[in-house]
């Protein structure tokens, strides 16, 4: 069984097997993130990571020995992610009347919530953040990444990962224990 970085290695070198393996390998790793950056959109989150694996073999050769290949991919997911959310075929995908329920999908953070409601909400109140704040958020939190792997994903330094992670969680815990005192408040 051979290493990520040496599939990458044979990738490199033209082998068509190293690319197989590397999808196997890294395919639902990949989607479930897109699939959580494009609000659970199914379709378009398999086209996206389809374009992500089309990029991994275009930048293959810009891969530096010993650098990791699991967040240089994420890295290319992230993105493919931010390119489509800038597209002609987003913007008039979003202005079209049966998308409007699209619009209001959010990303999908750690379960935080006790039931259903809450982490409806949850999820509602992340939508709410800046998006560099939201993928940092996702990285962490459902791809269990580390700071330092975070960094290298967001081509961002290790404090400003830390900074981002600390700034959205207050922010949504602010937000959510809001919500609960207005909930408090109206059952009394």
């Not at 290949?69 to 890295?75: G, Q, V």
């Amino acid at each position: 069984m051979y290493t990520d970085e040496e599939l990458a290695g044979r990738l490199q070198r033209g082998d068509p097997e190293a690319l197989d393996a590397l999808i196997r390998r890294h395919y639902q790793l990949v989607f479930a993130y897109i699939y959580r950056c494009t609000g659970g959109d199914y379709h378009t989150a398999y086209d996206l990571t389809q374009e992500t694996f089309i990029k991994l073999v275009r930048a293959a050769g810009t891969l530096a020995s010993g650098d990791s290949l699991k967040p240089w991919l994420l890295r290319i997911a992230l993105n493919t992610c931010r390119d489509y959310y800038r597209s002609r075929t987003y913007k008039s995908r979003q202005s079209a009347p049966y998308q409007e329920e699209l619009a209001t999908t959010t990303d999908r953070v750690v379960h935080l919530g006790k039931d259903l409601e809450d982490r409806e909400e949850l999820e509602r109140l992340l939508s709410l953040l800046p998006d560099y704040q939201r993928e940092t958020m996702i990285l962490r939190y459902y791809h269990d990444l580390k700071i330092k792997e975070i960094a290298e994903v967001m081509s961002v330094g290790e404090s400003t990962v830390k900074s981002r992670l600390k700034q959205g969680l207050d922010k949504l815990r602010q937000r959510f224990g809001r919500r609960e005192k207005h909930d408090k408040k109206n059952a009394e």
